[in-house]
């Protein structure tokens, strides 16, 4: 591509100079249609035209307008941006290549699977001040995404909950084990002749509810909901 990069380069510095993005902004793949033999053509099924040169552009979502693209040039294709290190991946380093000169102007990023990732989004987040918003392609059971979920909260949150006034008695009882050590939520063991298996709800049964759940604590061995009665039991003294 050297005999056309000067004018790639000089369509690149007037996209930017001319005009500057509103809020949202998106980064996505495009592949201009190419049927003659080139050592950088691109296969992507997905397109409407399949083979062709593939190019990594930044828009703006309101309008459209192409305000920075890359062209692929291979897999040794050189960046330019300082914010890649060698352990940066490869996807990655394409987002901050393009993004990099709208850090700190709060624009919120818009990208796909194929760019995001946890690491990406925390990233733009805390070190560049610029919001992400994206899919994620999760390889995980929803029932043990939303598991992992409440762990995470609770390893945030739960401390600090202890010292903010809210209704109902907050735990002050260091030594009751339910309110001191890691819990985890899993379905009711199945028992011979249940296909279903179930447990009463220990917060409900206090409350006067007849509620029985498929989920129980794993530590506790008592059956719990899966919405409110689980973070009662495991942080309330009195719940």
Avoid at 44 to 62: H, N, Q, V, W, Y
Avoid at 103 to 128: C, M, Q, V, Y
């Amino acid at each position: 591509m050297f005999k056309i990069y000067p004018v790639i380069c000089h369509l690149n510095i007037k996209f930017q100079t001319v005009y500057l993005p509103n809020q949202n902004i998106a980064i996505d793949e495009s592949l201009t249609l190419w049927k003659g033999r080139l050592s950088i053509k691109q296969y992507l099924p997905l397109k409407a035209s399949k083979f062709g040169i593939k190019t990594s552009e930044l828009c703006e979502s309101r309008t459209g307008y192409l305000w920075c693209f890359l062209m692929y040039t291979g897999k040794n294709m050189v960046l330019q941006s300082s914010l890649i290190t060698p352990e940066t991946p490869k996807i990655a380093a394409v987002v901050l290549e393009l993004l990099e000169p709208l850090f700190g102007h709060g624009h919120t990023l818009w990208i796909d699977n194929f760019f995001n990732s946890p690491e990406l989004a925390r990233k733009l987040k805390i070190k560049h001040s610029t919001d992400c918003i994206g899919t994620l392609g999760r390889n995980i059971q929803q029932l043990l995404y939303r598991v992992q979920l409440v762990e995470g909260v609770f390893m945030k949150y739960a401390r600090g909950a202890e010292t903010h006034s809210v209704p109902g008695q907050e735990a002050s009882d260091n030594t009751i084990r339910r309110l001191t050590e890691r819990h985890f939520l899993r379905k009711v063991p199945p028992k011979t002749g249940k296909s279903k298996p179930q447990r009463r709800c220990v917060v409900c049964s206090k409350h006067g509810k007849k509620k029985t759940s498929v989920y129980c604590c794993q530590i506790c061995d008592v059956g719990l909901c899966l919405e409110d009665c689980f973070l009662l039991y495991h942080t309330k003294l009195n719940y």
